[in-house]
């Protein structure tokens, strides 16, 4: 265990994309325009990881990120207790030179900062082995946080084995969002230094008015524009609802080959009861789940979405179509995992609307998953605990 006593424990979070969120109120329109694309519920739980540990008073943060948001060049600066630093580079002009300069100025950032503790999510097969070497040399800790299932999977080439290789290495430990990740990280990468966090994402109680007219309670869906959100079973499922029910999708529309704003109000059009609201930027959404009769989630997969954790914050049941990880739905009596069969769900969600005591028993079940597996203090203190072991 490291000496607090002398010093602040210096911890060094590796991330690309996490800059924008960070400077989420002085972010001008470019920087939102080209982050959306890369802008998920992993984001947002990295900012309450580090807003976590920054508050304990033990350590001093740094955060480097390298991306094409940072044009205006490097930056180093305080803020929130949270140091930043950058590097700017798009990869996709720089391609193979991009990939060298970033080992090399990476190398210097360690060797400089030279960290105590290093955070990293998202795997970069360019980035891995610098990092094991560094903690190797110096007796360090490397944690790789894993946010998005079956992120491993994905990397099957053979210097991708070689990495993983590395990464069984004894100063690397994953932190995982549930059993099926640490699983995973087992199988693939071949490691037993493997922790199961359920999520470590802060739900803010928020005191912004509710931007609706609706009075009764609605059902609600909330996600990107992306195929993997599977909206057009949200759509199928809110068509075989009653008429009288009311439904709420709040959509962020990224650029690309994604359905539009436009396009959708078009399909949405013959719905009854039916509101779209497009979510430009990152905002906070938690008012919405305080009217909300049911979360809706169709995605065909997921590592733990942070809209369970808002939606059990305010002990609101939750509909999935198929992500049911561990359980997690089904087993704590919260709500109702369909196993990808619409009409289930819509039977379901049209249960939760008619039977009250069928509402409340689901609604005292959501908010006791919260205080056992989602409680952000709780799990601030437990990850705080297995990176001082």
């Known amino acids: 265990m490291l000496d607090n006593t002398n010093r602040k424990v210096r911890l060094l979070f590796l991330n690309p994309f996490i800059y924008p969120i960070l400077r989420e ?8 325009s080209a982050w959306k694309k890369h802008f998920g519920g992993a984001q947002v739980t990295l900012v309450s990881i580090l807003k976590g540990l920054s508050e304990q008073g033990i350590y001093r943060i740094f955060i480097w990120t390298w991306n094409e948001f940072l044009d205006r060049g490097p930056i180093v600066k305080e803020e929130d207790k949270i140091y930043l630093g950058g590097l700017s580079f798009n990869w996709n002009r720089f391609g193979w030179i991009y990939r060298f300069v970033l080992k090399i100025y990476l190398g210097f ?9 290093i955070l990293k999510t998202d795997y970069a097969r360019s980035l891995e082995a610098i990092i094991v070497w560094y903690c190797r040399l110096f007796k360090k800790k490397y944690f ?12 099957t080439k053979k210097l991708d084995h070689f990495v993983f290789e590395i990464l069984r290495d004894d100063q690397v430990t994953f932190i995982c969002q549930n059993e099926f990740q640490k699983n995973q990280v087992k199988r693939v990468i071949g490691s037993e230094k493997c922790h199961v966090i359920h999520n470590l994402f802060r739900v803010n109680p928020s005191n912004v008015p509710f931007e609706t007219q609706n009075t009764e309670k609605f059902v609600l869906w909330i996600g990107r524009n992306e ?30 080959n994604f359905v539009t704003y436009e396009n959708m109000k078009e399909q949405v059009k013959n719905i009854s009861n039916f509101i779209l609201i497009k979510k430009d930027k990152y905002e906070d959404t938690q008012p919405y789940f305080k009217k909300a009769l049911v979360l809706v989630n169709t995605s065909f997969y ?12 305010e002990g609101i049941p939750i509909g999935t179509l198929f992500y049911d990880t561990d359980g997690m739905v089904s087993l704590s009596g919260c709500g109702f995992c369909s196993q990808g069969v619409e009409k289930k769900l819509a039977e379901f969600i049209s249960r939760l609307a008619c039977d009250e005591k069928f509402l409340i028993e689901r609604k005292e079940n959501s908010r006791r998953l919260y205080l056992t597996k989602f409680d952000y203090t709780a799990n601030v203190n437990r990850l705080i605990h297995i990176m001082n072991h």
Request: proline letters at 6%.
């Open 25 to 32: 109120d002085k972010g001008d329109d470019r920087d939102y």
């Open 109 to 117: 950032i360690l060797l400089l900062i030279r960290p105590d503790y």
């Open 144 to 155: 790789y946080f894993v946010l998005t299932s079956h992120e491993l999977e994905t990397n």
């Open 227 to 256: 195929d993997s959100k599977n909206f057009q079973a949200w759509f199928r499922i809110c068509s075989n609802l009653p008429p009288e029910i009311k439904k709420t999708m709040i959509c962020t529309f990224n650029a690309g």
């Open 302 to 313: 997921e590592g733990l979405p942070n809209t369970f954790i808002q939606a059990s914050f």
